[in-house]
């Protein structure tokens, strides 16, 4: 079992920036995870995928709506992931969930980011 915990949600202007993390712990082989993912759900829409980072090698993938403004991190030590999203628009106002392994895998509870125009 692995367990996620976001932080660093809140409520930032159009043009700021937010960091959230995503500490991973758990029981056995805490890192039987091959990729963190990021996804968001606004409201009345659909949940959807906003960047990954493969555990292994490192390797990023951004959905088209965040590339070039978020960037996706990890810190193998402290078993957390970061999203650093700058240049925030309204449209980014979602909860944020962070996910391992895939739609099938582990969730976080959210974390609420709120972007004012």
């Known amino acids: 079992q692995v367990q996620l915990v976001e932080s660093g949600g809140g409520l930032v202007q159009a043009g700021g920036s937010l960091r959230l993390s995503c500490a991973a712990s758990g029981s056995g082989r805490t890192f039987s995870i091959y990729s963190m993912n990021w996804f968001r759900q606004a409201p009345r829409k659909e949940r959807e995928f906003v960047a990954r980072i493969v555990w292994s090698g490192g390797f990023t993938y951004y959905a088209d709506s965040v590339k070039g403004r978020f960037t996706i991190s990890r810190d193998n030590a402290k078993n957390t992931v970061y999203l650093q999203m700058n240049s925030l628009k309204s449209e980014d106002t979602a909860v944020y969930y962070c996910?391992?392994?895939?739609?099938?895998?582990?969730w976080g509870q959210g974390t609420q980011v709120t972007v004012s125009s």
């Open positions: 996910n391992a392994n895939g739609v099938n895998g582990y």
